[in-house]
């Protein structure tokens, strides 16, 4: 399995940005799907997945209300729109899968190299 982030950049307060992963050598409908994020110096957050063939999605508090994770599974590739950013979402961001649900990070299979979100006026 190969994930490659993309769509990372600069965004002010209120803004929005667009994160796309693109899975190679990848079955999409055996796999959760999920977003990632590690602001600098604090550890890795779970904010979004959805289920194995684009279903149900599911979002910590956190983000609920302001970022949205969709897949097409004919491209093999989940995106993650984010609105209404603030500078607290300022993180690298990762794609991530594993093929039984978790909230914990640590249980994901494999990840991609992630991509920076970088939220300032």
């Known amino acids: 399995v190969q994930l490659v982030e993309s769509g990372g950049g600069l965004v002010q307060p209120g803004g929005c940005l667009r994160l796309s992963c693109a899975a190679s050598k990848f079955t999409f409908s055996n796999y959760w799907m999920y977003w990632v994020r590690q602001a600098l110096g604090k550890g890795l957050e779970w904010v979004s997945a959805?289920?194995?063939?684009?279903?149900?999605?599911y979002y910590p508090d956190s983000v609920k209300g302001r970022f949205t994770i969709s897949g097409d599974s004919a491209v093999n590739t989940v995106t993650l729109q984010m609105d209404s950013l603030k500078p607290d979402d300022t993180a690298v961001y990762y794609c991530a899968v594993s093929r039984v649900f978790s909230v914990t990070v640590t249980d994901y299979d494999y990840w991609g190299q992630g991509t920076q979100v970088t939220v300032s006026s």
């Open positions: 959805i289920e194995p063939g684009g279903g149900s999605t």
